[in-house]
């Protein structure tokens, strides 16, 4: 158990539909990371929030969007869904201190119908 | 650009040793990591290298080469549970950012 949560666990839905996506970091990690994993392609980096504040950004859709709350929980929220959006969502966290080893949770299955 | 290729598969028998090798070219480099990934489940750590040299722990050990932008993960007394994808990732700037993967080798290890 690496200590991060991701709710929920899996999420079947329709086309043109929207979901949010749900994450608690470790306790103390300040850094909440989202990626993509499809069957064909590796773990794609999405977005990165820092204590509340977009940091980096990936190869993310303009339809995607993500926040980091005062408590450091994160949520993604995935809007106009498409079939190819169906995939595995992974939030990770760091401490960014030191090396930067990142935590990631369980995973959001996610189907598009 | 930014690229990492390892091997898509690898097959292997309880017992023997596997080594699995990742090449990297990224704009800059801040460390190299290997995560274990099981079928639908999710990466977990398993070693960081950012010096060059080989990292022991355990069965599993990494190596690193920055010259050659090259690195390898040895397993050693392989086990059935070691079934499973492992993905290479690099840091290519400084620590907090995202890391880039590779697409991962899936390894079987067979009886």
């Known amino acids: 158990d690496s200590g991060v949560t991701q709710t929920p666990k899996h999420l079947i839905t329709a086309t043109g539909q929207r979901v949010t996506l749900r994450c608690s970091p470790r306790?103390?990690?300040?850094?909440v990371y989202w990626y993509q994993q499809s069957l064909d392609q590796g773990l794609q980096f999405l977005i990165q929030y820092y204590n509340g504040e977009e940091r980096a950004k990936g190869n993310i859709l303009e339809r995607f969007s993500a926040q980091q709350f005062p408590d450091l929980h994160s949520e993604l929220n995935l809007s106009s869904l498409e079939l190819g959006d169906s995939a595995l969502y992974f939030c990770a966290s760091s401490a960014d201190r030191g090396r930067e080893t990142q935590y990631f949770g369980p995973g959001t299955r996610l189907l598009v119908l | 650009g930014q690229n990492i290729d390892q091997p898509t598969e690898m097959t292997a028998t309880e017992g023997a040793i596997v080594q699995i090798n990742c090449t990297y070219q990224t704009s800059g480099f801040n460390g190299l990591f290997w995560y274990q990934q099981h079928a639908g489940e999710a990466p977990t750590f398993l070693s960081y290298n950012v010096l060059d040299g080989l990292e022991e722990k355990g069965r599993f050990s990494s190596f690193l080469s920055r010259s050659k932008g090259y690195s390898y993960l040895l397993l050693k007394e392989l086990q059935m549970k070691d079934s499973a994808s492992y993905l290479c990732?690099?840091?290519?700037?400084?620590?907090?950012?995202?890391?880039?993967f590779g697409k991962g080798t899936t390894l079987s290890v067979s009886s």
């Open positions: 990732a690099v840091s290519p700037n400084q620590a907090g950012t995202a890391l880039i």
């Open positions: 306790s103390g990690d300040l850094s």
